[in-house]
């Protein structure tokens, strides 16, 4: 949203852009351990059924955004180095 005011990248945005970044994959890695309770009350706390059910509800939204994520951050940086070598070779 914050794009629509075209602000300049800085140290500060670029660290808050890793921040949010690693925080949401490990948010993933976070549901894959959190336990929840089932329609009669139960929590479960077994594994598999955890992954099971985490794939079924938000992990079909969370993979694809990071996934979107890291290739945008990985593109941004690949870019970034090809820049400057390329400075580096016109100088």
Do not use: Q
Not at 14 to 29: K, Q, R, S
Not at 45 to 74: G, Q
């Amino acid at each position: 949203p914050m794009l629509v005011f075209e602000p300049s990248e800085n140290t500060f945005t670029a660290f808050l852009a890793w921040v949010t970044l690693l925080y949401w994959t490990g948010d993933i890695v976070a549901s894959c351990s959190t336990g929840f309770y089932t329609s009669s009350g139960k929590l479960e706390m077994a594994r598999t059924r955890i992954l099971v059910h985490y794939a079924k509800t938000w992990m079909v939204l969370d993979v694809p955004l990071m996934a979107l994520e890291w290739s945008d951050r990985v593109v941004a940086l690949v870019g970034t180095e090809r820049n400057s070598a390329g400075v580096a070779r016109s100088a």
